[in-house]
DNA sequence: ATTGCTGAAGGG
């Protein structure tokens, strides 16, 4: 489906704000806006609900010692977590932690793979549509990028196109999630199906702890997802998260684009309003299936594919465990002893406090075991 | 502004 969109390259102009880089808008390539498109029959997926009202704001007592240990969320001068994060924390919390920390370079080889990877998602998004550069310079404008790129690809997806790179935010305990959906597309039977694609460096299965992390990935997207399109997801709660400022003026760059879509807004809070509006009346059911598929990097054979089963009650107490972390009602954990093997290839090992703690009291340059058989 | 700030995911 190689359609043209208008591409162009708008060079940002280095004026002191190299703290943005441009940001991508998808081209806007289906304005027919086929919006008879029959809904397909949402299969009622378990309802979600978001707990945590939040909006309380906890007061200190401005008494004589109390000491206030401010949580991890505020010492890393974080608005919100990517759905990553909480994935990595997944894997391993301590490990997560020390990424924050110390945000060193990974190993070349790490790299590489990772890089590979990217590429590989690169093109795949690529083939459901162009990218166009838009420059930024500000936050606002950044999120307005974002909104814009929702605003074209809800028809797109109700028109029976796949979808790839779906931004998704929603607010979860208290807590605001941000992440992008890997591919959204409805299948045959009309089910609203979620892939996600992982690649991989040696043609073998994942092993469990893999899976375990993968799965927990999708169904937070679902559970982000729903809720957007059920409109538990509101303007003004993104707005408290991220201070953002939806009367700033929008850059030009951005204003140009939105125009050229067809979008003619002036502020960032009338293009929220859009998207949400178009969240909710779009006939968009819930995620019916969630779908991961494992593929090899270099020969882009299929290692494995695994239908998700989604267990809200699972998910919502994880994402619990993981936030309070975040929010400082705990510290961090490392991995159980079982998990050790993760150690090996970590970067962390050498300093790891759980490690020293005696956790984890296999090294990660003990050889691997022998089965003997 | 005194107090500032983020492409997300990339794979193991």
Not at 58 to 74: D, M, Q
Not at 226 to 246: F, N
Request: charged content about 25%; some cysteine.
């Amino acid at each position: 489906m190689a359609e043209s969109g208008a591409e162009e390259t708008v060079s940002a102009e280095a004026s002191g704000f190299s703290d943005f880089s441009d940001s991508e808008l998808l081209g806007f390539l289906d304005l027919e806006s086929n919006q008879e498109s029959s809904s397909p029959l949402g299969t009622a997926g378990p309802s979600s609900q978001l707990p945590g009202k939040d909006g309380k704001d906890v007061r200190f007592p401005t008494g004589k010692r109390e000491l206030y240990i401010s949580s991890p969320l505020e010492r890393f001068h974080l608005k919100y977590l990517y759905v990553t994060d909480l994935c990595t924390q997944n894997w391993c919390e301590q490990q997560m932690v020390y990424g924050k920390e110390l945000p060193q370079l990974l190993s070349s080889e790490k790299e590489d793979l990772l890089n590979t990877g990217a590429s590989i998602h690169l093109a795949r998004e690529l083939e459901v549509h162009d990218l166009v550069n838009v420059s930024i310079t500000s936050k606002e404008d950044a999120w307005a990028v974002k909104f814009l790129n929702i605003l074209s690809m809800v028809p797109s997806l109700q028109s029976e196109r796949r979808i790839r790179e779906f931004p998704v935010f929603g607010e979860v305990n208290g807590v605001l999630l941000v992440g992008v959906i890997d591919e959204l597309h409805y299948t045959d039977k009309g089910e609203l199906e979620l892939l996600e694609l992982k690649t991989r460096r040696f043609p073998m299965p994942p092993r469990e702890a893999q899976k375990k992390k993968d799965f927990f990935q999708v169904s937070l997207y679902k559970y982000i997802f729903d809720a957007m399109v059920q409109g538990k997801m509101t303007a003004a709660r993104l707005i408290h998260h991220t201070k953002l400022h939806p009367e700033r003026p929008l850059g030009p760059s951005v204003l140009k684009h939105a125009q050229q879509g067809g979008i003619s807004v002036k502020s960032l809070g009338g293009l929220m309003e859009l998207v949400f509006l178009s969240l909710t009346m779009s006939d968009l059911p819930v995620i019916d299936r969630l779908k991961v598929e494992y593929v090899h990097q270099e020969t882009s054979a299929v290692l494995d594919t695994e239908i998700v089963p989604y267990e809200e009650k699972e998910v919502q107490e994880k994402v619990l465990h993981y936030l309070a972390y975040w929010t400082g009602q705990r510290g961090p954990k490392g991995v159980d002893i079982e998990e050790a093997w993760k150690c090996r290839t970590c970067n962390y090992s050498d300093i790891c406090e759980w490690r020293k703690s005696g956790r984890v009291h296999v090294s990660p340059l003990e050889p691997p075991t022998k089965k003997a058989k």
